[in-house]
């Protein structure tokens, strides 16, 4: 038996404010799911962040709503649990919750036992570290069925782990139920999969299926999982996907025109225009002469940025948009608010409604927090 495990789809993503750039991620989509569909999978697992924002756009609905369709035309099941990207705080219904009640998908994120054929498939939504001990005594009892169960035994979470990601770990594998032949992950973004002593089955994270603005710019691949279960081991094989060319580059002003020489060499073999980051070191920097450069490459990326930094340890300067990178943010929130806790909350919550101008969500969002610390204090 054979699934496919894709995770951080982040539908409806929109980057540069551009069109370009939000069709990128309904490609990856829609390549994932093509796979899956020619490689005749059993059933697909999506779990978590299916969407970028709690509320996303009609597109982003239909895109999933046409998988989801291929998927059953193909007698092809498919099973989702809900990533922080998917839920809002303002109690509304989540919206892939509508592909549940339309049996156009299975919902398998309340901690129940879900059975397909002689698998298997539970897991939890999204848990909030402040929450992560009362899950303890549901991980224990959803351990306990796992261990009965004599069939493929698959766990669906949308959490990180320690091991895989030290900042944006929220429990550790010692804390996940003993008896699973697979761990189905999301949340960290990039591929990472791992068997431990004490798990039946390995710790698998896909990864996002597309550079999300969290991650900046950087050369790397990006795919998801088809999981074979036929036998009494679960395998993983990575599935890479096509996905537009992100090119980070490290150079010096002296160098800057073979640099730009360079990039465009590598621009014209490519489909789709690349995104690219130069970052530019040297202490005589002439703008002029660099922006003259620049110039030449911007018509052939879809988005072009460089940052400016001199030999010493002085601070750098970024010239055009900022990157966000999640694990500097993260260092320097924690360093700033001398709170891990205040940091994941600024870095993993509130700013990922925020750069959706969502400001209704962001205002409750900061009151329940207000709530909790106030709750907190009183005890």
Same mark, same amino acid.
């Given at each position: ?31 994932? $799911? ?19 924002? *709690? ?20 007698? %092809? ?35 129940? *036992? ?6 298997? %498939? ?29 069939? *493929? ?7 990180? $782990? %320690? ?12 804390? /996940? ?28 994270? *896909? ?20 999981? +074979? ?13 096509? $996905? ?16 730009? +020489? ?15 980051? /130069? ?27 460089? /940052? ?16 966000? %990178? ?23 919550? /509130? ?6 101008? +969502? ?21």
């Amino acid at each position: 038996m054979l699934f496919s495990h894709i995770s951080d789809t982040h539908l409806g993503l929109v980057q540069y404010n551009s069109e370009e750039r939000q069709n990128d991620i309904y490609d990856a989509f829609n390549q994932a $799911i093509d796979i899956s569909i020619k490689d005749h999978v059993d059933f697909v697992i999506f779990a978590g962040d299916i969407f970028h924002t *709690p509320n996303p756009s009609g597109t982003a609905i239909m895109q999933m709503a046409h998988a989801l369709k291929k998927l059953k035309q193909n007698n %092809i099941e498919s099973f989702f649990i809900l990533g922080e990207h998917d839920i809002s705080r303002i109690r509304a219904y989540p919206v892939p919750y509508v592909y549940h009640k339309l049996g156009f998908s299975h919902h398998v994120g309340e901690g129940k *036992p879900t059975y397909f054929k002689d698998v298997l %498939i539970t897991g939890f939504d999204k848990i909030r570290k402040s929450e992560m001990q009362d899950f303890e005594s549901r991980f224990q009892e959803i351990d306990k069925i796992a261990k009965e169960h004599k069939g *493929p035994k698959i766990l669906v979470l949308h959490q990180g $782990i %320690i091991e895989a990601h030290k900042f944006a770990g929220e429990l550790s594998a010692n804390d /996940l139920p003993k008896n699973f032949t697979y761990y189905a992950m999301g949340h960290l973004h990039e591929k990472f999969v791992k068997s431990f002593s004490n798990l039946k089955g390995p710790v698998a994270y *896909p990864g996002s299926i597309e550079l999300t603005s969290s991650e900046g710019i950087k050369n790397t691949k990006k795919g998801f999982f088809e999981v +074979d279960i036929s036998g009494a081991e679960a395998k993983p094989k990575w599935i890479e996907l096509d $996905i537009r060319p992100q090119l980070r580059v490290y150079t010096s002003f002296e160098n800057i025109t073979k640099t730009v +020489d360079d990039v465009l060499n590598q621009a014209s073999k490519s489909s789709k225009k690349p995104i690219v980051e /130069l970052r530019i070191q040297g202490k005589n920097v002439k703008i002029d002469f660099l922006q003259a450069q620049i110039s030449r490459l911007i018509p052939h990326t879809l988005h072009c940025t460089w /940052l400016i930094s001199k030999q010493s340890s002085e601070s750098s300067v970024l010239m055009n948009k900022p990157i966000r %990178i999640d694990d500097e943010m993260l260092k320097l929130a924690t360093s700033s608010l001398k709170s891990e806790q205040l940091a994941n909350f600024a870095i993993k919550e /509130l700013l990922p409604v925020l750069t959706s101008n +969502d400001l209704d969500h962001t205002n409750q969002i900061i009151f329940e927090k207000y709530k909790q610390f106030r709750k907190e204090k009183l005890k």
